[in-house]
């Protein structure tokens, strides 16, 4: 793996085997509690919910419980979760994006709830919003999507569509 080891790509990488894992429990439609009633008392339903949700540390022996529980790899289970924090373009852009703040609060998309909230919050009255990588990521990080999702999500739901690659005074 050639990408650099820092804090936001070791956290991008943690939330990513969470997700991996929550979508394994879904696809094979069992509840936390069939999951964790698996693991034969290792892991309890209250603290599986907590790993999904990235809540609580997930400790390499722990995954392991888990994995075995879903029946799946853990190899092959690291490996979805890399591949989903793997670098690659966006046909989106990178940067900063400007977005119509009227028109992603008017989207009908439950998945921006966070983003309108987080505008509410913001109590700006300037009908565009810029938004720099940070906040893209944070965002995100809160809607439980990777980032360039994050961003297709607000530039479809928008009809600002311009990335602004170098934007100065972005949120």
């Known amino acids: 793996m050639s990408q650099a080891y820092d804090s936001r790509s070791q956290q991008a990488f943690a939330a990513a085997v969470c997700r991996v894992m929550r979508e394994s429990r879904r696809r094979q439609k069992l509840t936390q509690a069939e999951v964790a009633q698996r693991t034969n008392g290792l892991v309890s339903k209250a603290a599986l919910a907590n790993y999904e949700t990235g809540h609580r540390s997930l400790r390499v022996d722990v995954l392991w419980v888990i994995a ?3 029946g799946e790899d ?3 289970l690291l490996s979805a979760a890399e591949r989903n924090v793997a670098t ?3 046909p989106y852009g990178t940067g900063s994006i400007t977005v119509d703040v009227h028109e992603v609060m008017a989207s009908p998309d439950p998945r921006l709830s966070v983003v309108k909230r987080w505008f509410e919050l913001r109590a700006n009255s300037s009908p565009t919003m ?3 990588e940070g906040a893209i990521a944070a965002l995100a990080a809160l809607m439980n999507v990777r980032p360039d999702e ?3 999500l607000l530039l479809t739901s928008s ?3 311009s990335p ?3 934007a100065a005074n972005g949120v």
């Open 74 to 76: 853990l190899g092959a």
């Open 164 to 166: 602004q690659p170098h």
């Open 130 to 132: 810029t938004l720099d």
């Open 150 to 152: 994050c961003r297709r």
């Open 159 to 161: 009809r600002t569509r």
């Open 88 to 90: 690659r373009p966006s």
């Open 68 to 70: 075995a529980a879903l």
